[in-house]
């Protein structure tokens, strides 16, 4: 039988804005099918974002959601968590909100090791904005800023977290779409901060400038560049050249902040 | 039993008036001069129960704040100048979402770094104006260390009832100082909470204004859920841009805090009722101009001061009734004159008023003021 996504979607809030192509509709069913996957109680769980296409994502989701300013989700769901640290916490965005204005909130999330998933949605642009650069724009890229091409070196998204502290990274993409789903439950499982970068495509405003015919174009190229961790042991470097890892990347046990604060609160009541 | 008293600095009264309007959440960035009242956080609240966290930056403080308090928890967060500029962009997200929290900030030299230990008046405009946009604005003023207690419990309450973020704002000479606070007992001042929706799940609206002005307000995390979005939005808190609805919405958010000006709005009146020259003052200016006041009177000018308490929304009414009576208002404050030009625009040209300016980090004392008086009398 089909999977049933009604279950979770707002009555009355769809149509969604995205254009025909967009990645992020894909994410956000792989958000869903985890959640329910993983049984999650809606009442109990937040989805918070920031500005931008991808952070429209909650506001279609029948759950706690706040969508709030650019580049402050990992703020503002630090809140909701440390407040309430029995809800489930996702936070979701595009790469410019998480990686640019939402950069300093992003690693100190991670640093935290505070017990929220955060689902990055990298297209490698500012698509809500008309297609400007952003920090994950590829060197030489265009964009509606870059009309000579784009003079910055890119973020690795799962570096710069794993490098902050994070103690869960993986990665998938929008042409894999049925493993976003399990990428996404076994980072909500993971006790302490998870980050899920999902390789999408923004066709309108990155897509067109960059020489793709189609989003299946477009999506071919997340099939060809996606190499799985596991697959990637048995390959050469020169094998690896152009290509991304997917699949879990990183996974470590960490003390986890609400666990540790809650220990504070122990120790400043004087039961320890 | 005999009240609790002691000996203590205005931030740390701060701090305290928190503890006991309730707040069980504090997010901070550490700056000079409001440094204290994150110190006593980070120790008190976990004895309660409370979280304290130091963000990475006043952006991010503002926004755990309003998360934090979106799950039903009252929030603080404290700060100076700098600080509080940062912290506009999502003092504005609680404006138009409409979250209660708190935001002490003590004033300091500016514009920029500025003076970091010395004492100014100078972010009063800020309180208002500082986000973009139109947006409701409620800030309070206190001048002593007791006043601090009573008006930070007031803050919250304010925030709570009218679902709005409330800005208390000690100068640093107020914030810094220490005096006599006498403890008020648990219930002697009263205490708001946010009302909670009276409607099942099913039929909750975060912004339902068959409620009045301020609808109530869910907390995340029980059976309620809802969306809240920083984009103009409609009853059921999504977004929209029709035309009538955001006019609507952007008039009663205003509204909410200006049709409720008489209580929120507080002010001391000290030897006014005969008074031809009026002080208008607030913060450590008006102990000075108490002084000079007290002075005036021994040498026969008949001054008198209004001290300001509540400084937004602005007691306009009261002092264009007072302007129809009396000679002339003298301003001291520390900066170049904000308080001044919003006492000119209430009271129609009914009378002078004369300005002490302070930028230099120095106080305003009270030979200043007495001078000014001897001046225009
Ligand atoms: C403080 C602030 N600066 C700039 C903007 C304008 N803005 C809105 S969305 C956006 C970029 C979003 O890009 P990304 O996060 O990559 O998401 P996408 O739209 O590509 O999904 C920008 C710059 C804003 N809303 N707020
Ligand atoms: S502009 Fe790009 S990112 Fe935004 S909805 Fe369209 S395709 Fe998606």
Not at chain 1, 127 to 144: I, L, N, V
Request: hydrophobic letters at 40%; a neutral charge; one cysteine or more.
């Amino acid at each position: 039988m089909a999977f049933d996504y009604d279950k979770y979607i707002r009555p009355g809030k769809l149509p969604h804005i995205w254009c025909p192509g967009c990645g992020h509709g894909i994410v956000m069913k792989g958000l869903i099918r985890a959640i329910d996957s993983l049984g999650l109680d809606k009442n109990n769980t937040a989805i918070v974002s920031g500005i931008g296409c991808a952070s429209r994502l909650p506001g279609y989701i029948d759950c706690c959601t706040l969508h709030t300013a650019h580049g402050r989700a990992a703020a503002f769901a630090t809140g909701v968590k440390m407040a309430k640290p029995e809800m489930n916490v996702i936070l979701c965005g595009g790469d410019g909100d998480g990686t640019a204005i939402g950069g300093n909130h992003f690693i100190h999330a991670c640093r935290r090791n505070i017990d929220m998933t955060y689902i990055i949605m990298n297209n490698n642009i500012y698509g809500m904005t008309g297609g400007q650069f952003s920090p994950c724009t590829p060197t030489g890229a265009k964009a509606s800023t870059t009309p000579y091409g784009n003079p910055d070196p890119a973020f690795d998204v799962a570096k710069l977290a794993i490098g902050a502290g994070a103690t869960f990274v993986a990665r998938g993409t929008a042409y894999h779409a049925t493993q976003i789903d399990k990428l996404i439950a076994e980072a909500i499982q993971h006790k302490g901060f998870s980050v899920v970068e999902i390789l999408d495509d923004c066709p309108t405003t990155y897509g067109r400038r960059n020489k793709f015919k189609s989003v299946i174009e477009m999506m071919n190229r997340l099939k060809d560049i996606a190499v799985p961790v596991k697959a990637a042991e048995k390959m050469t470097p020169e094998q690896l050249e152009g290509k991304v890892l997917t699949g879990v990347l990183y996974k470590q046990e960490k003390p986890e902040y609400t666990t540790e604060y809650a220990k504070v609160i122990e120790r400043a009541k004087g039961a320890k | 039993m005999a009240k609790k008293v002691a000996f203590m600095q205005g931030n740390e009264a701060g701090a305290h008036g928190a503890l006991y309007a309730g707040c069980k959440f504090f997010a901070g960035y550490p700056i000079t001069p409001s440094t204290e009242v994150a110190e006593v956080m980070s120790a008190e609240l976990p004895k309660v129960g409370g979280k304290f966290i130091q963000m990475e930056d006043e952006i991010g403080a503002m926004a755990a704040l309003i998360g934090a308090s979106l799950t039903g928890t009252k929030a603080l967060t404290s700060t100076s100048g700098p600080g509080f500029s940062l912290k506009q962009e999502n003092i504005g997200y609680a404006c138009i979402t409409e979250v209660p929290c708190v935001i002490f900030n003590v004033m300091r030299g500016g514009p920029s770094t500025g003076m970091p230990t010395g004492p100014s008046q100078s972010d009063i405009m800020s309180a208002k104006w500082g986000t973009h946009g139109d947006h409701p604005a409620i800030c309070l003023v206190p001048a002593s260390v007791q006043e601090i207690f009573e008006e930070t419990v007031r803050a919250f309450n304010l925030s709570e009832k009218y679902r709005t973020p409330v800005t208390i704002m000690p100068d640093e000479i107020v914030a810094h100082m220490r005096e006599r606070i006498v403890f008020p007992e648990p219930g002697e001042l009263e205490v708001i909470n946010r009302t909670a929706p009276s409607v099942p799940p099913e039929k909750y609206k975060p912004y339902d204004t068959s409620f009045g002005d301020v609808p109530p307000l869910a907390a995340f995390g029980t059976n309620y859920r809802f969306h809240v979005t920083g984009l103009n939005k409609m009853e059921d808190g999504f977004p929209t841009t029709k035309a009538a609805i955001v006019q609507a919405e952007e008039e009663r958010q205003v509204r909410k805090v200006e049709a409720n000006a008489d209580d929120i709005i507080k002010y001391e009146e000290y030897l006014m009722d005969d008074a031809d020259i009026v002080v208008v003052a607030f913060g450590s200016t008006s102990r000075s101009a108490r002084f000079a006041v007290n002075e005036a009177r021994k040498q026969g000018i008949k001054a008198g001061l209004f001290r300001l308490i509540t400084f937004w929304p602005f007691p306009e009414k009261q002092l264009l009734a007072l302007s129809k009576k009396v000679k002339a208002f003298i301003t001291p404050e520390m900066n170049l004159g904000m308080c001044t030009g919003v006492v000119k625009g209430c009271i129609e040209g009914n009378a002078p008023v004369h300005g002490i300016f302070r930028v230099d980090g120095e106080p305003i004392n009270p030979g200043q003021i007495l001078d000014k008086m001897k001046e225009v009398k």
